[in-house]
């Protein structure tokens, strides 16, 4: 038995999942974001053999602004990835149900990265350093004992909760960062 507390990135993967499927999803739920309706859209494991689990919400605000919110758990890595853009969408729309028979493979084109910022790493002003010593972020932290494991859980589950209960904090701070980008129903540039 070694002195220092491991875990396979199965289970680090597994407890990453849960903590996003319990605090963050019904987050986002509270704050008006559905999943994706689009028929290629990622509800959970991306693939068989478990390699990470992508979720994509969006919602309209205004009639004209398509929120998306793409979370990536991989793999081999200790974060849950949050990513946010916000687009224009024309003709307005004031349901999402009306996307359900498009495509929308499209979003994750090279244009549309230009305008995407991931929460907690992309959104901050002033040197990165200060941020990157001092402020939390979506990962797991280091841990040498069980205890220590399970108390990084706790942690990130609290900041991931505290962040999607307060994610219009982060849509604020987009638009003060970008424009949103004019698209039509299925993601085509206008």
């Not at 969006?58 to 793409?70: D, F, P, T």
């Not at 990513?83 to 498009?102: R, T, V």
């Amino acid at each position: 038995m070694g002195l220092i507390y491991k875990v396979e990135d199965k289970e680090l993967l597994k407890t990453r999942n849960e903590i996003f499927k319990e605090v963050g999803i019904p987050a986002l739920m509270t704050n008006g974001f559905e999943p994706d309706p689009y028929k290629t859209s990622w509800h959970g494991e991306y693939d068989k053999s478990s390699r990470g689990y992508i979720y994509q919400f969006s919602r309209i605000s205004q009639e004209k602004y398509l929120e998306r919110i793409e979370i990536s758990i991989i793999s081999g890595e200790k974060w849950i990835k949050i990513f946010l853009n916000i687009f224009e969408i024309k003709p307005n729309l004031n349901s999402l149900s009306l996307l359900k028979d498009f495509d929308g493979l499209k979003f994750s084109g090279l244009a549309f990265r230009l305008t995407r910022i991931r929460l907690r790493s992309d959104d901050y002003k002033g040197p990165p350093i200060f941020y990157m010593l001092f402020l939390p972020e979506h990962k797991f932290g280091s841990f040498y004992t069980k205890r220590g494991y399970n108390k990084e859980a706790e942690k990130l589950r609290k900041l991931i909760k505290s962040d999607m209960e307060n994610v219009d904090g982060f849509i604020e701070r987009w638009h003060q960062l970008f424009f949103p980008v004019k698209i039509d129903w299925e993601g085509n540039l206008k």
